[in-house]
């Protein structure tokens, strides 16, 4: 049985940090990119950043040089390390496992930016 499990989301206030953490279980880990995704309310979820199995990166405008993502294959657990965060940044955080054939969602973890 697949799961995906995000943790770490919470509140803090303006220019703060978090590290949200993504465990994957029941999958080939290191063959997946682990993208995390961000959804406010009234919008549509959005690609916030991705990581391929080799470690190549992306990152969505809206957080370059704020946002950092990982992965830990041995532990089978992605990371999305937010720094200087902003109000904008609230938002649900859903953690996606894409594989070749499949992908599987997380729940998502919510973080709120405010003062």
């Known amino acids: 049985q697949v799961q995906v499990v995000e943790s770490g989301g919470g509140l803090v206030q303006p220019g703060g940090s978090l590290r949200l953490s993504c465990e994957a279980s029941g999958i080939n880990f290191s063959f997946y990119t682990m993208g995390w995704y961000r959804q406010a309310p009234g919008k549509q979820r959005e690609l916030v950043a991705f990581?391929?199995?080799?470690?190549?990166?992306n990152y969505a405008d809206s957080v370059k040089g704020r946002f950092t993502i990982s992965r830990d294959n041995a532990k089978m657990t992605a990371y999305l390390q937010m720094n200087s965060l902003k109000p904008e940044d609230t938002a649900v955080y859903y953690c996606?496992?894409?594989?070749?054939?499949?992908?599987?969602w997380g729940q998502g973890t919510q973080v709120t930016v405010s003062s």
């Open positions: 996606k496992a894409q594989g070749r054939l499949d992908d599987y």
């Open positions: 990581i391929t199995g080799g470690s190549s990166t």
